[in-house]
């Protein structure tokens, strides 16, 4: 149990919203950051604070009497925008992520855990391990990838290049889809964009790229559970994967998606000329569960079927 209020950043976002959930289930005081979202959990164990966290003072003051902080917050999109406009990324988040970490090593927080991407490692056929990063990255990634990459950095400087140092947690999850996930056609992630498509009924359902794209996909709440067990288990400068360890081709589960929600009679149209990210991300989540005993809980299709019925109840 994480003793002493814990930040959460990214508030009323989709992972931040869960993670401070999950935390005042667990009786632990938050405080958690909004920038343009309004909150969406309310608990007397919740303290809500208005933030632009590139800006110095504010962060100064999110860190404020924390022991712990979990940077959730960030800027970003799905592939269209990574496509068109791949900078948007860059300037706000490097400056975002500096910013923190300066006010938490400045209000002596106990310990930060970044959230990171799994686009930080090269394209391969084998799950990867947090030590296979080579500075390489997708094409596509390259902007995304370096930002994430040098905040990396940035942590472990933290945590190791100085003598007053400050304990710092690297976390590559695996794609993350549930409940509060972004569906906005223009900045919403695959899972996302597809449940969207077949509970609107689109007829053809429109898929960009061929389908069979594979990747490792978590359900939040899974990946909620590691990231809290991650602050509260790994001690001084480490990076880990939270995964489920499984690859799954979108063609399938965009079948799944249909049958879970009855859509029958559906039709299916891929879109080849349309933008795609990395065809296959396998991830290894073996470290996790050897120093964690973190293994991901949620099948996929129960969790399509909470993400579904959410997004049916409230949008």
Excluded at 48 to 56: E, G, M, S, V
Excluded at 281 to 309: C, D, Q, Y
């Amino acid at each position: 149990m994480l003793k002493g209020k814990v930040l959460v950043t990214g508030g009323a976002g989709f992972i931040g919203s869960n993670l401070v959930e999950k935390l005042t289930k667990q009786g632990i005081k938050v405080r958690a950051t909004l920038h343009t979202k309004n909150a969406v959990i309310e608990n007397d164990n919740i303290e809500y604070i208005h933030c632009d966290l590139t800006d110095a003072n504010d962060c100064a003051k999110a860190c404020d009497g924390v022991s712990y902080a979990f940077l959730c917050a960030a800027n970003t999109s799905g592939a269209a925008v990574m496509e068109k406009t791949p900078l948007v990324h860059l300037t706000p988040n490097l400056i975002m992520n500096a910013r923190m970490l300066e006010a938490a090593y400045a209000a002596r927080v106990k310990k930060v855990l970044f959230i990171s991407t799994n686009t930080v490692y090269p394209v391969t056929d084998y799950p990867v391990k947090e030590t296979d990063v080579e500075n390489e990255f997708f094409e596509k990634y390259f902007i995304v990838a370096w930002m994430k990459r040098f905040s990396e950095i940035m942590c472990e400087m933290y945590s190791t290049k100085i003598k007053k140092n400050m304990q710092t947690i690297i976390v590559r999850p695996a794609n993350v889809y549930g409940p509060r996930d972004d569906f906005e056609w223009e900045t919403s992630h695959v899972l996302p964009a597809l449940i969207r498509r077949v509970v609107e009924r689109h007829n053809p359902i429109k898929v960009w790229g061929d389908g069979k794209d594979i990747k490792d996909f978590i359900y939040v709440e899974d990946l909620v559970e590691g990231l809290i067990s991650a602050m509260e288990k790994i001690d001084g400068f480490d990076v880990v994967n939270i995964a489920s360890g499984q690859g799954y081709c979108l063609q399938d589960l965009l079948k799944n998606i249909i049958k879970l929600d009855g859509f029958e009679n559906a039709r299916i149209e891929f879109d080849t000329t349309k933008p795609t990210m990395i065809p296959k991300r396998l991830i290894n989540p073996s470290k996790a569960k050897e120093i964690l005993g973190f293994e991901s809980k949620t099948p996929i299709e129960e969790g399509l079927r909470k993400t579904i019925e959410w997004y049916r109840n409230t949008l």
